[in-house]
Nanobody, 121 residues
């Protein structure tokens, strides 16, 4: 059974930084898509950043380009380094993973429980 374990959320002031991580367990994992999505209260879930673990290709939402960086360690752990955080980044951040090897924005197979990120002004 595939499980995604997120860690690293918390509270920070605007302009600060946080790094959240996600590890996959329970199944051999490699050359797959992983990523981060977020959902703020009263809003729909949106994609933040995704990565193809096979070659490290990354894609970002326009709202986080230049501030957030997604990276991988081996092929079963991903990180999201978030810099220059703003109050509008406040949300529950979910890790997701999928055995697809393209179109990583369409990850849907496995989801973590979420980690809260709160940015105060």
């Amino acid at each position: 059974q595939v499980q995604l374990m997120e860690s690293g959320g918390g509270s920070v002031q605007a302009g600060g930084s946080l790094t959240i991580s996600c590890a996959v367990s329970g199944s051999p994992w490699g050359n797959d898509c992983m990523g981060w999505f977020r959902q703020a209260p009263g809003k729909e879930r949106e994609g933040v950043a995704v990565i193809y673990t096979g070659d490290g290709s990354t894609w970002y939402a326009d709202s986080v380009k230049g501030r957030f960086t997604i990276s991988r360690e081996k092929q079963d752990t991903v990180y999201l380094q978030m810099n220059n955080l703003a109050p509008e980044d406040t949300a529950m951040y979910y890790c997701a993973a999928d055995h697809r090897r393209r179109d990583c924005w369409y990850i849907n197979d496995y989801w973590g429980q979420g980690t809260q990120v709160t940015v105060s002004s």
